[in-house]
């Protein structure tokens, strides 16, 4: 199976260096970003998992390590809106173009105001989905970031 995704496809296109890291995919595990970080040997602080919220109408796509959670009030407060809420699987896969479990902030189908937890910014290289199920990405954060026009906040905990 070829390893070009929208997520690869679209960092090749801008000139990110990334490297892919393939592992086995557990669809049943219960969180699936701390599954893949055991898989890959890597600290659950640096492999960010990827989430769609609504803010509204407005899709939101938010990105923070696999061992915290998005504290809703603080991307409220950073979004200056009353209210965020999770967006249901299958309108995430609608507004991504992915699949739960693969979907990677990088090559969305529609584009999404997008966060990244100001934390990411610490490392030299975390680990993002790359678009599918077993399939994760490294780069630098600072690439993601301009890569993505995401602001950066202290949104989890």
Request: net charge positive; proline share 5%; hydrophobic share 45%.
């Given at each position: ?21 393939p592992y086995d995919y557990d669809p049943g595990s ?128």
């Open positions: 199976m070829s390893n070009a995704t929208r997520a690869t496809q679209a960092l090749s296109r801008a000139g990110v260096a990334f490297t892919l890291h219960e969180r699936v970003g701390l599954q893949a970080a055991d898989a890959l040997g890597v600290d659950p602080a640096r492999l960010l998992k990827t989430l769609m919220l609504r803010a509204g109408r407005q899709a939101v796509c938010v990105v923070v390590p696999s061992d915290r959670e998005v504290s809703l009030k603080a991307l409220a407060a950073h979004l200056g809106v009353k209210t965020v809420e999770m967006m249901p699987p299958k309108d995430a896969e609608r507004v991504t173009g992915y699949v739960v479990g693969g979907i990677s902030p990088f090559g969305q189908r529609q584009p999404a105001t997008t966060v990244v937890e100001a934390d990411a910014l610490a490392w030299d290289t975390v680990y993002i989905n790359a678009g599918r199920r077993g399939l994760i990405l490294s780069c630098a954060p600072g690439d993601a970031v301009r890569m993505l026009g995401a602001a950066t906040a202290q949104i989890s905990g």
